[in-house]
């Protein structure tokens, strides 16, 4: 499989640090997609109430949690979609995300939305991953 990952000639990609323009993924062996992630510990409780830095962490673990199981790693993930309550808070997002994609970064939109399915809850994250 062959995955190349950019930015077109002339489009600044503002936050290079945390996704990119493009992912061309060619002849991958499996798609995995991974649900919606809230900020769940393994017991099902809330992590992080108030904080989307720490919300943002915990469903990043989640994500990361799910790849394992199903044989990838967050290197492999090719597109993210954030929703999040509050997008003045994007920055704590974004520092979240670098500590999770160093390298081989994903597509990635983010969109603000009323409200998640749980009270509280200010971030729910989904990725989809190519192996």
């Keep these: 499989m062959s995955i190349k990952r950019g930015n077109p000639p002339g489009m600044k990609n503002v936050r290079a640090t945390v996704y990119n323009h493009y992912v061309r993924v060619d002849n991958p062996k499996s798609m995995i997609f991974v649900s919606g992630q809230l900020a769940r510990d393994n017991d099902g409780q809330p992590v992080g109430t108030g904080s989307m830095l720490e919300q943002t962490r ?67 994250i989904q990725v989809i991953a190519a192996i």
């Design 58 to 124: 915990q469903c990043l673990r989640n994500i990361e949690s799910a790849l394992t199981a199903a044989g990838a790693s967050m290197s492999d993930v090719v597109w993210t979609t954030v929703y999040t309550v509050d997008i003045r808070e994007f920055k704590q997002i974004v520092a979240a995300r670098e500590e999770f994609f160093k390298d081989n970064l994903p597509t990635s939109t983010m969109i603000e939305i009323n409200h998640l399915t749980e009270p509280g809850m200010l971030v729910e």
